[in-house]
């Protein structure tokens, strides 16, 4: 008897440890890159446009994490201008310029899954506001 209760026992303490808030679980399938990258967007076709500027606190080839301050809404379309940390030869300035749709809010960040991307060179003005990401293509 006393084996038994002992088996309730460690079962017990087993589900104890289950019920507790799971760690975090890595559901990512692409690898992430932690960066400090400046990042400019604005919506694409919404009723509401939304515009700012943030931090890229992490990247991969599949989403962005941007850290700013203010509230946005999941199932937005935004395009994206982040300013690239290496140059072209060494002297041009990039930018990668991304089309994706928030997939995550939280307070101070948002995660954009992305959909399609491209670098360009970096000029002195973005896109007019009437032109989107891969216009006439």
Not at 80 to 93: A, V
Request: aromatic letters at 10%; hydrophobic letters at 35%.
């Amino acid at each position: 008897m006393r084996s038994s209760a002992r088996l309730a026992s460690q079962e017990k303490e087993y589900r104890t440890e289950d019920s507790d808030p799971p760690h975090q679980v890595e559901r990512r399938t692409r690898l992430r890159f932690p960066f400090e990258l400046r990042v400019r967007f604005r919506s694409l076709g919404q009723a509401y446009p939304v515009a700012g500027a943030g931090w890229v606190r992490n990247i991969s080839s599949g989403g962005v994490l941007v850290m700013y301050q203010h509230e946005v809404s999941a199932g937005t379309t935004l395009e994206l201008h982040i300013d690239w940390p290496t140059r072209l030869e060494g002297r041009i300035p990039l930018q990668l310029v991304a089309v994706g749709t928030i997939v995550r809010c939280e307070l101070f960040s948002f995660a954009v899954g992305l959909e399609r991307y491209h670098f360009r060179i970096a000029g002195k003005q973005d896109l007019p506001s009437d032109e989107s990401f891969g216009a006439g293509a």
